[in-house]
C-alpha cells in the first residue's frame, strides 16, 4: 500500500498543469493534499473526480485559505472532518478517515510565523490533535499522521538550523512538540528508516529560489503510531516533482 501526501499550495493552481495526470502517474492508494486553497463548488471536474478514486475535501470557512483533500482507492468505514474544536475547524485543516485497520489523519498545521497570537494558536493545535489522537491510541486503534506539520523537528531537517533558530517552524517551544509526538507513541517514519540522512527536504522558499539550491526544510512528515512501524516498508519524498513549493512525499506499507 502507497499513501502520499502533498502540500500543493492550491489545487486549482496545480490543476493547470496537469494535476490529474499527475495523481494518476504517482499510483498510490491513497493521496492527502493540504493548503489546497479552494472550496468544492471552484473546482472543475477533472479536479473534484479523479478516475478510480473517492475524493473528500475539507475547505476553510474563507476563501483561497487552507483546506485539505483525500483521494482514496481503498473504501472507508467513515470520514470526520475537524479535530471537533471550533477555532480549528472552519479552516478546514483535518480530515480523518477510518479504514477499519488503521485510522489516517490528514492534517495541514497552522503556520504560526504571523505574530505570538498566531504561533499560541498554531501550539493550540497541536495540543487538540495529541488528546485526540492519543486516546485513540490507548483504546488500541493503530494510526497514521500525514501532512504538513510546519516545523522542522531537529537540525538535520533543515538546511540552514543556526540562521532560522529564532523562526517559527524552527523554533524550541515548536520543535518540543514534535519530541511530544514521539513520547506519545508517534513514529517520523523517514527518520525512522534513514536516521542520518542529510539535505533531504520537503519545502524550499519560492523567494529565495531555494529548491535550486537545496536550501530546504522537511516539515512535512507521516507519524505512525508504534503499533504500525512494523508495517513500514520505505518512506521519503518525491523530490523530482514539481507544481509546488513542497514535493509529495509517500508512504509504502506491508
Known amino acids: 500500500m502507497r499513501i502520499i501526501s502533498w502540500n500543493v499550495n492550491g489545487i486549482r493552481a496545480i490543476g493547470k498543469k496537469g494535476f490529474a495526470d499527475n495523481l494518476l502517474a504517482l499510483n498510490a492508494d491513497v493521496v492527502c ?3 489546497t486553497k479552494a472550496q468544492l463548488d471552484q473546482l472543475t471536474s477533472d479536479i473534484a473526480d479523479i478516475p478510480g478514486y473517492r475524493s473528500y475535501f475539507h475547505s476553510a470557512d474563507r476563501k ?28 478546514g485543516r483535518t480530515i480523518e478517515i477510518d479504514f477499519g485497520d488503521f485510522i489516517l489523519y490528514n492534517i495541514y498545521f497552522p503556520n504560526g510565523g504571523q505574530g505570538p497570537e498566531r504561533l499560541q494558536f498554531k501550539l493550540d493545535f497541536y495540543d487538540c490533535f495529541l488528546a485526540r489522537i492519543t486516546g485513540q491510541m490507548q483504546s488500541g486503534r493503530k494510526i497514521i499522521v500525514c501532512g504538513d506539520v510546519n516545523t522542522a523537528h531537529r537540525e538535520i531537517d533543515l538546511a540552514n538550523p543556526a540562521a ?24 517520523d517514519s523517514y527518520r525512522m528508516l534513514y536516521p542520518d ?19 530546504g526544510w522537511r ?27 513542497h ?7 506491508l
Not at 70 to 81: N, T
Not at 197 to 215: G, I, L, P, Q, V
Not at 247 to 253: A, K, T, Y
Request: glycine share 8%; proline share 3%; net charge negative.
Open 33 to 35: 493534499l493540504q493548503e
Open 164 to 187: 532560522n533558530a529564532g523562526i517559527s517552524g524552527f523554533l524550541p517551544e515548536e520543535r518540543a512538540y514534535m519530541d511530544l509526538f514521539e513520547e506519545k507513541g508517534l513514529v
Open 64 to 91: 483561497g485559505y487552507s483546506g485539505t483533500a483525500v483521494y482514496s482507492r481503498l473504501d472507508p468505514v467513515s470520514v470526520s472532518y475537524g479535530l471537533g474544536e471550533d477555532r480549528f475547524d472552519h479552516e
Open 247 to 253: 514535493c509529495p512525499i509517500f508512504l509504502d506499507l
Open 219 to 245: 516539515i512535512d512528515y507521516f507519524w505512525v503510531s508504534d503499533s504500525m512501524k512494523d508495517r513500514i516498508r520505505d518512506s521519503g519524498m518525491l523530490s523530482e516533482t514539481e507544481g509546488s513549493d
Open 197 to 215: 540522512t542529510e539535505n533531504m527536504y520537503t519545502w524550499w522558499s519560492y523567494r529565495t529560489f531555494a529548491r535550486n539550491r537545496n536550501a
